[in-house]
């Protein structure tokens, strides 16, 4: 794991030289890295899988509640389908980097916010 969190730490100081986090913002999303389909009755809450996909998940879902917006609004802001966007909150499909972006500017992270979904996302490679 550590070897993971010193990657992550790399490539965001990287990132903050080569444009900071606004160039991170302003790249076009790319809805998920995974291709399992939505099922009819998702997990709840708090029946997320362990580990770093169901942190992942409920990390997303309290940003975006934080955020004070539905799935609807973050979903016509992002220009991510209103599904996928369930499917990330519920652990059934991981966000690529660049869509991550995109919520992450919609949803108005904090630099820690953003950090710590990147960290989880990259425990799942």
Do not use: C
């Amino acid at each position: 794991m550590s070897g993971v969190f010193l990657l992550v730490l790399l490539l965001l100081f990287l990132g903050l030289l080569s444009g900071g986090v606004t160039a991170l913002v302003n790249s076009s999303p790319v809805a998920s890295e995974t291709n399992k389909k939505s099922q009819s009755a998702p997990p709840e809450p708090s029946r997320l899988p362990e580990g770093p996909e169901g942190r992942l998940a409920a990390q997303l879902r309290d940003i975006r509640e934080k955020a004070g917006l539905s799935r609807e609004e973050a979903a016509a802001q992002s220009g991510i389908a209103e599904a996928t966007i369930n499917d990330f909150e519920h652990a059934l499909a991981v966000p690529s980097a660049q869509t991550l972006k995109a919520l992450s500017s919609v949803y108005e992270m904090s630099f820690d916010e953003w950090t710590m979904l990147e960290i989880a996302r990259a425990e799942l490679h």
